[in-house]
T-cell receptor
Framework: NAGVTQTPKFQVLKTGQSMTLQCAQD?????MSWYRQDPGMGLRLIHY???????DQGEVPNGYNVSRSTTEDFPLRLLSAAPSQTSVYFC??????????FGNGTRLTVT | RKEVEQDPGPFNVPEGATVAFNCTYS??????FFWYRQDCRKEPKLLMS???SGNEDGRFTAQLNRASQYISLLIRDSKLSDSATYLC???????????FGTGTRLKVLA
């Protein structure tokens, strides 16, 4: 039972490069979201989706794009990586009023 | 004022001690509340949901005080393995836009 799967686990990028962080879930949850976690800042919501074809911005959306073409997948795209995007990224899913389930994270370093 | 606030700690307690954390929230319309545990460099994992009537799971007790707008987590008989960061999460108005506190770090000492 995979739950929420994030890939890659680690990534190093140079400033200006682009990449996609993958998130896949097999729990048929309607809600999917991306958070970043930085020391002293806690978890901050980047983008979220309440169903296929529907996305919306969270607290810190600048520099990131998302799409939700299927229920299962919610990729996060960094268009032009910046050092300020060095962080740990978590994908989280949920359904109704249930608590969020997190993937095991992607550690991104931008040099 | 932040929407969700926690004392960052660290709380250093001896094994067997009882420790309590609070988490305050600013939006009185908040509907769902949770406590998560996060180990170093790992993802947050659900510890327990917080219900209006309070709930208990073994050594852990969670309570909600709507009048004062805070939730609490009580850990009895602390174990070394309880050492972690404890995050509170609040769903402000049933919108799925959960907001997390920055976490409270607990160290249980032998």
């Amino acid at each position: 039972n995979a739950g929420v799967t994030q890939t890659p686990k680690f990534q190093v990028l140079k400033t200006g490069q682009s990449m996609t962080l993958q998130c896949a879930q097999d729990m048929n949850h309607e809600y999917m979201s991306w958070y970043r976690q930085d020391p002293g800042m806690g978890l901050r919501l980047i983008h979220y989706s309440v169903g296929a074809g529907i996305t919306d911005q969270g607290e810190v959306p600048n520099g990131y794009n998302v799409s939700r073409s299927t229920t299962e997948d919610f990729p996060l795209r960094l268009l032009s990586a910046a050092p300020s995007q060095t962080s740990v990224y978590f994908c989280a899913t949920g359904q109704g009023d249930s608590p969020l389930h997190f993937g095991n994270g992607t550690r991104l370093t931008v040099t | 004022r932040k929407e969700v606030e926690q004392d960052p700690g660290p709380f250093n307690v001896p094994e067997g001690a009882t420790v309590a954390f609070n988490c305050t929230y600013s939006n009185s319309a908040s509907q769902s509340f949770f406590w998560y545990r996060q180990d170093c460099r790992k993802e947050p994992k659900l510890l327990m949901s917080v219900y209006s009537s309070g709930n208990e799971d073994g050594r852990f007790t969670a309570q909600l005080n709507r009048a004062s707008q805070y939730i609490s987590l009580l850990i009895r008989d602390s174990k070394l393995s309880d050492s972690a960061t404890y995050l509170c999460a609040v769903n402000p108005s049933g919108t799925y836009k959960y907001i997390f506190g920055t976490g409270t770090r607990l160290k249980v000492l032998a």
